[in-house]
């Protein structure tokens, strides 16, 4: 059976590693250079390396523990203490480590955004710039207003419900130590989190920060340029530390237009009426990498149990 998973952050990549422990060879796609999707790490000039997306991993479930508890075995995670009793579960050296951990062995296909996705006499024929031929099953993973563009149309339940907060993010590598918490939440009005990224554990860089805006700010500077969002954030961030701009070495910044999950579906997945066609991810369940891993096993387990 060929199978087509659009999508190599959690939720697509959960599917494929369930498929191909079952013996499937899924073909997994992504318009972006590398893996992971809102699991995200950047490294900059400089040797700067910051997680400007998910930031760690929470847990609540048995299955998506003993993926973790797989995953610290392996070296792909680890536990931040963050100096103030806390513990949390990440990525090592990156947030995107636990979605690399996944990925072994499978056909990935980077830098390849679908654009359409059409039914055709032999299954479901998908097309990036050029056709990629066609698949028995297909499986979308692709944030909710890109699902619909894609496959909407083929779904058995309308997907509109379905909202999402976005983030702007600020990193900043800072060329000096500053006394302040790994971790801050609701620090100041504009910003939602700070945390000094470069004390999780396996990074080789010091002084990386990451901050997240709020909600209401980010709604309120959405469609600024990621140069003027990331100055004012700059300075909010600077004005809170009392740090001047020649404290900077490194300054961008990210927008998330969809980051958090604000109005889950309420259901694992959806998928076509003739149980050809999938459509997941974190929105179908909650915020967070747990909801998006157990979307994707959901919609492979279904695949698995109908074939
Ligand atoms: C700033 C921020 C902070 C967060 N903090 C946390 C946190 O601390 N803890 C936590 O658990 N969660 C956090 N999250 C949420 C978490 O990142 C997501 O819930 C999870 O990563 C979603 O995984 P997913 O596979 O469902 O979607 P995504 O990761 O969005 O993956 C979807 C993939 O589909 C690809 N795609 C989209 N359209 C196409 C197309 N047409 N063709 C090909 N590919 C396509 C995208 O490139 C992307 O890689 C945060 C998110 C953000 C943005």
């Known amino acids: ?32 250079r590398g893996i992971g999707g809102r699991m995200a790490t950047r490294r900059a000039d400089g040797g700067f390396q910051f997680d400007h997306g998910a930031q760690m991993i929470p847990c609540d479930s048995a299955g998506f523990q003993a ?46 955004e679908i654009t359409s996705v059409t039914s055709s006499a032999a299954g479901w024929d998908l097309t990036a710039d050029q056709p990629l031929g066609t698949f028995d099953r297909v499986v979308c ?20 419900h379905v909202t999402y907060a976005p983030s702007l993010t600020l990193m900043v590598a800072l060329n000096r130590r500053i006394d302040a918490p790994a971790t801050q939440t609701n620090p100041t009005d504009a910003l939602a989190w700070i945390a000094h990224d470069s004390t999780k554990p396996g990074r080789k860089t010091q002084n990386c920060w990451v901050a997240r805006a709020s909600a209401e700010w ?23 530390h009392g740090l001047a701009a020649t404290d900077v070495a490194y300054a961008t910044a990210h927008r998330w237009r969809f980051a958090l999950v604000t109005q889950p579906l309420g259901q694992a997945f959806v ?33 698995l149990r109908a074939a």
């Open 67 to 112: 993926l973790l508890d797989e995953a610290r075995a392996s070296g792909h995670v680890a536990d931040w203490n963050t100096g103030d009793g806390a513990s949390h579960a990440v990525g090592t050296p990156g947030m995107t480590a636990l979605a690399k951990s996944l990925a072994t062995d499978l056909d990935l296909r980077q830098a390849t």
């Open 271 to 303: 998928k076509s009426p003739d149980g050809t066609l999938y459509a997941g991810g974190d929105w179908c369940l909650g915020p967070h990498i747990e909801h998006a891993w157990q979307s994707g096993t959901a919609i492979a387990e279904y695949i």
């Open 141 to 160: 993973t692709a944030p909710v207003p890109q699902t619909i563009t894609l496959v909407g149309r083929a779904l058995t339940e309308p997907l509109d």
């Open 218 to 240: 980010s709604v309120a500077h959405l469609e600024l340029s990621k140069d003027e969002i990331a100055a004012l954030m700059l300075d909010i961030f600077l004005a809170h």
């Open 1 to 32: 059976m060929k199978i087509a998973i659009i999508g190599s952050g959690m939720s697509g990549l959960a599917c494929a590693n369930r498929l191909a422990q079952a013996g499937m060879a899924p073909t997994v796609f992504d318009k972006g």
